[in-house]
DNA sequence: ATGACGATTTACT
DNA sequence: GTAAATCGTCATA
């Protein structure tokens, strides 16, 4: 595919210093490429990468992401997308790869999604946990308030899909945010993981799809303790 | 207009 | 381990 923004470019030797809790440096940023290709190739692309939020305040939180989804569309029976499925809801899921897909569920929680491949094609991948890396504060602040504060542990703040939209303030206000131009939600391409490091599974919490309930499309970084479940 | 249902999380036995 | 919380969305009527 294209040169720019495939996987394995990034320094994989040891020399790599990754910055921690202050985010001094800014990574490159992935572009609109980066998205156009099929959500099992997205999946795996987007481990280990950065998502970045910045609030209104100009407060940046980021975390380097740790466990996706792929959801494949009109076949894949536990997509919203699933049959040619076009509505309010679902609507980013049809726009071009790269723009956000964010949804309200059970009542009380939003998850996000990353859109994949072109615009004819409504596929994404669920962003199901991230490793903490900037404004854990910040993070502690926005998840409190359903956990006790003071008992909020780092691999509490965003080890599940609705976890970390809550953390890094994600909801219906960021659905459809093209991520390869919002200056308040994207992605930084620092720290691709190895093909060795990546396991995968069924996903969770679609019991309901079937033969698709089995399929292992759930991919995270084999170790890591912020991957949920 | 209405009823059933979540791509989840938390608290509790 | 199980169950409650809680309401926007969608399919059906």
Redesign the pocket.
Known sequence: MSAKGEQGAMGMSGTSKRNKSTGGRTGERAERDFFLCDPVKLARKLLGRRLVRVQADGTRLSGRIVET?A?LGIEDR????WGG?H????HS?WMEGGHA?VY??????H?L?VVSETAERPT?C?IRAIEPLEGLERMKEM?AG???FSRLKER?LCS?????CQAMGID?GLDGEDLARSGRLFIELDGAVNASRIDRGP????G?AGEWADKPLRFFVRGNEHV?G
Do not use: Q, W
């Open positions: 989804e959801y536990a997509a919203h997308t499925r509505t309010e809801r679902n899921m897909y309200f569920t059970y009542g009380m929680h998850c999604n994404a669920l998840r359903k956990v006790a509490d599940g899909p609705a976890k970390l219906r996903r969770v919490g679609i309901y949920s």
